[in-house]
């Protein structure tokens, strides 16, 4: 498979402006990836005519209704693997920029994504985009409670945090169901995921996690609590 936008010039670009920055940002992420030193806005400023570009391709396959992927697949590999981390940035972006030409095979994908190079960083800038295709398809529901019970942390964060922002479109069988799956564990970033995608739901419906957080107070971390609780009050009690 050949990207179908030449970005070389854009690996070149983003390697002529390697910073000191790149030390501290990689102190940041606790050093698991190495950084190039590119901050958020020149990263975004840097890609926007290659971006500008690749939409153009889109949106021309799209109209011409081929059977060819109009997500350029490629290039999401070719950065993806690329060591440093604004590259993985660069495909978070641009799939959040793209993902109305997601089709539900593309899952596998995107399930790739998660698991490779994990990191906060990088999960939670692709939550949002598979939430759109879970949403835009609904048969994904089960792999999302499929992800929820994995021995994956990342994945398991996934399936709870990818209706972030869905408000009273939400599933709350579905959140229900992920967040169960997710309880039992001291693992930081599963009980803290749990506990934002509970807090950003109570903006829509405090009583309904209210409830969940009763009916499952012994086995919630006070992490998840904390969070979920925290525009409102509703003491826990320790068990």
């Given at each position: 498979m050949t990207a179908l936008v030449n970005t070389d010039y854009l690996m070149e670009e983003m390697y002529d402006h390697r910073s000191e920055d790149a030390v501290a940002m990689a102190k940041y992420q606790r050093d698991q990836f190495p950084f190039i030193g590119i901050k958020s806005q020149l990263r975004r400023d840097i890609f926007k005519p290659y971006l500008k570009e690749m939409k153009r391709v889109a949106k021309v396959q799209a109209k011409e209704n081929t059977d060819e992927d109009i997500i350029d697949w490629a290039f999401v590999k070719a950065f993806w693997d690329l060591p440093e981390r604004e590259f993985q940035y660069i495909v978070c972006d641009?799939?959040?920029e793209m993902k109305k030409y997601l089709q539900p095979d593309d899952l596998p994908r995107l399930k790739i994504l998660i698991v490779q190079k994990s990191w906060w960083d990088s999960v939670d800038?692709?939550?949002k985009t598979i939430g759109y295709s879970v949403h835009k398809n609904p048969d994904l529901k089960s792999e999302m409670a499929a992800w929820s019970s994995s021995d994956n942390i990342w994945l398991k964060r996934t399936s709870m945090i990818h209706q972030l922002g869905m408000k009273g479109q939400t599933d709350t069988i579905l959140l229900a169901e992920t967040c169960e799956n997710c309880l039992h564990t001291d693992e930081f970033f599963i009980n803290?995921?749990?506990?934002?995608?509970?807090?950003?739901?109570?903006?829509?419906?405090?009583?309904w996690v209210e409830n969940f957080l009763k009916n499952h107070e012994s086995d919630l971390s006070n992490l998840t609590w904390?969070?979920?609780?925290?525009?409102f009050y509703l003491e826990k009690n320790q068990i």
């Open positions: 641009y799939l959040k800038a692709l939550v803290k995921g749990m506990g934002w995608i509970l807090r950003d739901y109570a903006k829509t419906n405090q009583n904390r969070e979920a609780t925290k525009y």
